[in-house]
């Protein structure tokens, strides 16, 4: 079974801190996905990586980094967390390709005060 | 229009019943398409994927793509109460690279 994990299930930051968020897939799997999801909006892609080292903004990138070093690891980055960005964060992972079925993992409730 | 389009719902259906779940794409949408079931609380996992026209069909799930009319259901059949949840329908965006878009989710009630 593909597994997904991801750092924290739950976090609470003040507003200017720089905020990490880890994700690590076991699958080999090429391309890796941070999203947001946020009540009456869905599911929205901040960035993408395809490969070590590679990164596409997704829809709404600003206000976000992203990192990866290795295959099966994944950051995002908050530079300056702020109340905004209060949200359940999502990684996913998949094989590329136009199949391309994503896995996610449990999760990231972030919240700033 | 949005690129993958749901009814929010709520969709109640007494329990044995058929639960049908309908979504509609845009032309930026293609290829292929993925169907998520989530829980309140918990992050989507993934119950059917379709690639091509016509049916599929995995235990008391199908899956319908109607490439044509931009159209794509799922059928749950005998519904169970431990089938309530929201249900993500998503498409591979055309524009290349891996991107995946989600519709924003109908969520099922299954009625005891």
């Known amino acids: 079974d593909v597994k997904v994990t991801q750092s924290s299930r739950y976090l609470v930051k003040r507003t200017g801190e720089k905020v990490f968020l880890e994700c690590v897939q076991d699958m080999d799997h090429e391309n890796m996905f941070w999203y947001r999801q946020d009540p009456g909006l869905g599911l929205r892609l901040i960035y993408f990586s395809y490969d070590v080292k590679m990164k596409e903004k997704g829809d709404i990138p600003e206000g976000y980094s992203v990192s990866r070093e290795k295959k099966e690891r994944f950051s995002l980055i908050l530079e300056s967390a702020s109340t905004n960005q209060t949200s359940m964060y999502l990684c996913?992972?998949?094989?590329?390709?136009?199949?391309?079925?994503?896995?996610f993992g449990p999760g990231t409730r972030l919240t700033v005060l | 229009q949005k690129e993958v389009e749901q009814n929010s719902g709520p969709l109640s259906v007494p329990e044995g019943a058929i639960a049908s779940l309908n979504c509609t794409y845009s032309d930026r949408v293609s290829q292929s398409f993925f169907w998520y079931r989530q829980y309140s609380g918990k992050s989507p996992e993934l119950i059917m994927s379709i690639y091509s026209n016509g049916d599929k069909e995995d235990g008391r799930f199908t899956a319908q793509l109607n490439k044509a009319s931009q159209y794509v259901s799922l059928l749950i059949r005998d519904s169970q109460p431990s089938d309530s949840a929201t249900y993500l329908c998503?498409?591979?965006?055309?524009?290349?690279?891996?991107?995946?878009?989600f519709g924003t989710g109908t969520k099922l009630q299954v009625i005891p």
């Open positions: 998503a498409g591979l965006h055309s524009g290349g690279y891996q991107k995946v878009t």
């Open positions: 996913a992972s998949g094989v590329m390709g136009s199949y391309n079925e994503q896995f």
